[in-house]
């Protein structure tokens, strides 16, 4: 068990799940993707037919539902990894992501997944800073340019990028915005290797002082 907690948020395509993954790897830390919580969410409603804007509703999906994001993400035992990175869960997510009553129930999975971890955790997500471990032993808040964001995001584009980021840091319940203790990279055009390695020096820092 341990509370050691790397915390990483930015927005859609700044690079926050291939480095977070990185900077585990490098320190033989476990890693959570809570983006792919509200994505595995989102794919359950639409699976069962469930109306993603009926707060209540959502509610009780997110309430109920079993969630693994590691080593493959899966929800009440479904395979959802593929699923949750398709159209109509990048549409939808925001809504649910918007809900409060969904994130309530996310955050608690999210502190008790990282409590029970050996070593530490590197979670990454938009709230993860500010909400979910505003006490965490680093934060980092990554940005890169919106044209680089949506060329990393692949079919997804640039509209459909700049659409969820309006949609993530307007939204009332825990919008995305910087820690004001945050370290802040842009990773526009740097590799990933020298990111995790700024992380990992950081990191040192911190805990030496
Ligand atoms: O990082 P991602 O694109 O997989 O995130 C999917 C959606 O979930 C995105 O619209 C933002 C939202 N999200 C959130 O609101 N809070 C988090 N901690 C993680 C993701």
Redesign the pocket.
């Known amino acids: 068990m341990s509370d050691l907690v790397i915390a990483i948020d930015g927005p ?1 395509g700044s690079g ?1 799940s291939t480095v977070a993954r990185a900077v585990a790897h490098a320190l033989g830390w476990s890693f959570l993707d ?3 919580m ?2 595995a969410v989102t794919c359950e409603a639409l699976a069962r037919g469930v109306d993603v804007a009926d707060e209540a509703a959502m509610a009780t999906v997110a309430a109920h539902v079993t969630l693994t994001t590691l080593p493959r993400v899966t929800v009440d035992g479904r395979d959802v990894e593929d699923e949750i990175r398709t159209e109509p869960v990048n549409l939808a ?2 809504i649910v ?1 918007a809900n409060p009553l969904v994130r309530q129930s996310m955050v608690t999975r999210q502190r008790e997944i990282a409590a029970a971890q050996p070593v530490g955790t590197v979670v990454e ?4 800073t500010t909400v979910v471990f505003p006490e965490a032993t680093l934060k980092v808040f990554l940005t890169a340019s919106l044209d680089e964001r949506a060329a990393r995001r692949g079919e997804e584009g640039v509209d459909s990028v700049a659409r ?1 980021d309006r ?2 840091s307007t939204r009332e319940a825990s919008p995305l915005r910087r820690a004001d203790d945050a370290l802040v990279l842009d990773t526009t055009g740097r590799n990933v290797k020298d990111v995790v390695e700024e992380i990992v020096q950081c990191l040192k820092t911190r805990q030496s002082n």
């Open positions: 859609a926050k809570t983006g792919a509200y994505r997510v925001s992501a997500g938009r709230d993860i969820r949609a993530d």
